[in-house]
Nanobody, 124 residues
């Protein structure tokens, strides 16, 4: 069955960095565009970034542009999100999902495949 397993979250000080990973199995990862989505406490889902199947085309929300970098390693079936210059407002649960979960920047847990999420907390 399809599995997406995120890792790499944690507590980091403002200005710090984290690298999230998402290990995929149960489907042909290399043929799927992939997306990172986050959900801050008490807020809705927020599209963060996506990448096409080959890794050449990437998109970012304005709130993370210039600070976050999405990438993928298709032979390793793994998606990444490098997060630099982290801010307290980046605090959220971060999910990887197949891009079919989102229509533009609107994402739904009822569509596509999702991981269980990894908590990122940015605080001094």
């Amino acid at each position: 069955q399809v599995q997406l397993v995120e890792s790499g979250g944690g507590l980091v000080q403002p200005g710090g960095s984290l690298r999230l990973s998402c290990a995929a199995s149960g489907f042909t990862f290399s043929t799927y565009p992939m997306t990172w989505v986050r959900q801050a406490p008490g807020k809705g889902l927020e599209w963060v970034s996506d990448i096409n199947s080959g890794g050449e085309i990437r998109g970012y929300a304005d709130s993370v542009k210039g600070r976050f970098t999405i990438s993928r390693d298709n032979p390793k079936n793994t998606l990444y999100l490098q997060m630099n210059s982290l801010k307290p407002e980046d605090t959220a649960v971060y999910y990887c999902a197949t891009t079919s979960a989102c229509s533009g920047v609107m994402c739904s847990r009822n569509r596509g495949y999702w991981g269980q999420g990894t908590q990122v907390t940015v605080s001094s």
